[in-house]
């Protein structure tokens, strides 16, 4: 009997692992310098809680999500994404009684039962910010100069930017009204999901991917041109933000995004190294989501981003070069004999935060070195009799094939300060 890891889902073995531990310190580390604090919400919900705010009629809540019922008998839903927890948790611990606005970031799996292809997949995982309690359109310029500074951390180069206003409560009616009424002038070319969409939800019309569908909505009439005066500035001021960073953009008056909840402005960017799932990250403002959940009156503006499509765009730019080197040893034991010696060193290295390991298998000396290699120790550090003996050792830096004569009682300091310029960034000093 074999099994096998669920459709749709995939093991993140080291080699990948390491990557999106890289990925998601430099996002910590940026997203903390715009001043975003950490949060963890549960892994599922209430089922309401994902209907209430992605809306009944999209494509997560009709076909896509992951529901069932608890021994309590409770409807819960594993989340599709980030952005309803966090507010009902924001609702929920009454964060609209601290500084506003209260600005988060998370990092966790998501869940959606769809079709699985090439950066498509049933549990994936999402980097994401959110800022409540803002109707600042200099804040929905931050939100998107976060995204772009971040894809840029990480060595990304190529990148598309697409904006849009979904426009309010004021102006969206009258354009859902004439956007139905195109539709229904064009029902007969519409596949038969989307002829369900018209009465339904017409926004949700330009979600559809069939081609048919797609050549209509592209000559639907666009809610740019129907925003009222507090959106139009609105929109222009973050336009505005955006031309002062010198960012580049595109407005693209489709961009619904596959979610009911936004208003005004929406965001997304697309990579070209990408195939047909091009769009690595996306986000919006949500304007009317806190109150949806009980809370006040709150404006938000947030966005997620793709970590297996970035990992994707980041491995085929050719940038993950840039991850810090890792500096680790690996003692090699010469004699059965100094073993304890072998692994007093070992926690002795340990202790002065070096990563180090020593063979516990039993392998011979020419073995150890074999097995050092292929793990990628950067030094390997022989350790026999007669290295105690004489108190030195041979430390070899296996990447320039550099050998070292080290005091054994220095050995500890010597390596510490190869780690410490290490971290420093200022590369290692050949030492003798
Ligand atoms: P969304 O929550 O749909 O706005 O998606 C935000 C980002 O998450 C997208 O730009 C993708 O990078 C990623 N994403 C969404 N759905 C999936 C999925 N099924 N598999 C992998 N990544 C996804």
Same mark, same amino acid.
């Given at each position: 009997?074999?099994?096998?890891?669920p459709k749709?889902?995939?093991?993140i073995?080291p080699?990948?692992a390491?990557?999106w531990?890289? +990925?998601?310190r430099?996002?910590?580390?940026?997203?903390e310098?715009?001043e975003?604090?950490p949060?963890?919400?549960?892994i599922f919900?209430?089922?309401d809680v994902?209907?209430?705010?992605?809306?009944?009629?999209?494509?997560i809540?009709?076909?896509?999500?992951?529901?069932f019922?608890d021994?309590?008998?409770?409807s819960?839903?594993?989340?599709?994404?980030?952005?309803a927890p966090?507010?009902?948790?924001?609702?929920d611990?009454?964060?609209?009684?601290?500084p506003q606005?209260v600005k +988060?970031y998370?990092t966790?799996?998501?869940f959606?039962?769809e079709?699985?292809?090439?950066?498509?997949?049933?549990?994936?995982f999402? *980097? @994401?910010?959110?800022?409540?309690g803002?109707?600042?359109?200099?804040?929905?310029a931050e939100?998107?100069?976060l995204?772009?500074?971040?894809?840029r951390?990480? @060595?990304l180069?190529?990148?598309t930017?697409?904006?849009n206003?979904m426009?309010c409560?004021?102006d969206?009616?009258?354009?859902?009204?004439?956007l139905k009424q195109y539709?229904i002038?064009?029902?007969?070319e519409l596949?038969?999901?989307c002829r369900?969409r018209?009465?339904?939800?017409p926004l949700?019309?330009?979600?559809?991917?069939e081609?048919?569908?797609?050549?209509?909505?592209?000559h639907a009439?666009k809610?740019t041109d129907? *925003?009222?005066e507090?959106?139009?500035?609105h929109f222009n001021?973050v336009?505005?933000y955006?031309?002062m960073?010198?960012?580049?953009?595109?407005i693209?008056p489709?961009?619904v995004?596959?979610?009911d909840?936004?208003?005004k402005? %929406?965001?997304?960017?697309?990579s070209p190294?990408?195939? =047909?799932?091009?769009a690595i990250g996306?986000?919006?403002r949500?304007n009317k989501?806190?109150?949806?959940?009980?809370?006040p009156?709150?404006?938000?503006i947030?966005f997620a981003i793709?970590?297996e499509?970035?990992?994707?765009?980041?491995?085929?730019e050719? =940038?993950?070069?840039?991850m810090e080197?890792?500096?680790? =040893?690996f003692?090699?034991?010469?004699?059965?004999?100094?073993?304890?010696?072998?692994v007093?060193?070992l926690?002795a290295?340990?202790g002065?935060?070096i =990563?180090?390991?020593i063979?516990? %298998?039993?392998r011979s *000396?020419?073995g150890?070195?074999?097995?050092?290699?292929?793990k990628?120790f950067?030094?390997?550090?022989?350790?026999?009799?007669q290295?105690l003996? #004489? @108190?030195i050792?041979?430390v070899?830096d296996?990447? #320039?094939?550099e050998q070292y004569a080290i005091?054994?009682?220095?050995l500890v300091?010597? +390596?510490?300060?190869?780690?410490k310029?290490q #971290?420093m960034?200022?590369?290692?000093?050949?030492?003798?």
């Amino acid at each position: 009997m074999r099994f096998y890891a669920p459709k749709g889902t995939t093991d993140i073995l080291p080699d990948m692992a390491k990557k999106w531990r890289y +990925l998601e310190r430099k996002a910590s580390d940026l997203f903390e310098k715009y001043e975003y604090e950490p949060i963890v919400t549960p892994i599922f919900e209430h089922t309401d809680v994902f209907q209430r705010a992605i809306g009944t009629s999209t494509d997560i809540v009709q076909k896509e999500m992951y529901t069932f019922e608890d021994k309590g008998g409770r409807s819960l839903t594993l989340r599709p994404e980030g952005t309803a927890p966090v507010i009902r948790a924001y609702v929920d611990n009454n964060m609209n009684q601290m500084p506003q606005p209260v600005k +988060l970031y998370y990092t966790g799996p998501m869940f959606r039962y769809e079709r699985p292809q090439a950066g498509r997949y049933r549990q994936f995982f999402q *980097l @994401g910010v959110e800022a409540i309690g803002s109707d600042d359109p200099a804040i929905d310029a931050e939100s998107i100069l976060l995204m772009i500074d971040y894809f840029r951390s990480v @060595g990304l180069k190529e990148l598309t930017l697409y904006i849009n206003s979904m426009g309010c409560e004021n102006d969206r009616p009258k354009y859902v009204e004439l956007l139905k009424q195109y539709a229904i002038a064009h029902e007969q070319e519409l596949c038969k999901d989307c002829r369900k969409r018209v009465e339904l939800n017409p926004l949700r019309l330009f979600d559809c991917k069939e081609e048919s569908c797609r050549r209509v909505m592209e000559h639907a009439p666009k809610i740019t041109d129907y *925003l009222d005066e507090d959106c139009k500035n609105h929109f222009n001021a973050v336009r505005r933000y955006l031309d002062m960073q010198g960012v580049q953009y595109i407005i693209k008056p489709e961009l619904v995004r596959g979610l009911d909840y936004y208003t005004k402005t %929406t965001f997304e960017v697309v990579s070209p190294l990408l195939g =047909a799932q091009n769009a690595i990250g996306g986000g919006g403002r949500y304007n009317k989501l806190v109150e949806e959940f009980g809370g006040p009156p709150t404006p938000g503006i947030g966005f997620a981003i793709g970590l297996e499509r970035l990992t994707i765009a980041v491995e085929k730019e050719g =940038a993950f070069v840039a991850m810090e080197e890792k500096t680790d =040893a690996f003692i090699a034991v010469a004699d059965k004999a100094v073993k304890e010696p072998a692994v007093n060193l070992l926690y002795a290295l340990r202790g002065a935060g070096i =990563a180090t390991d020593i063979d516990y %298998t039993g392998r011979s *000396l020419k073995g150890q070195l074999k097995y050092a290699n292929k793990k990628g120790f950067r030094y390997t550090i022989f350790l026999g009799p007669q290295e105690l003996e #004489t @108190g030195i050792v041979q430390v070899k830096d296996m990447k #320039t094939s550099e050998q070292y004569a080290i005091k054994l009682n220095e050995l500890v300091d010597w +390596l510490s300060n190869i780690v410490k310029s290490q #971290t420093m960034g200022s590369g290692v000093t050949k030492q003798s």
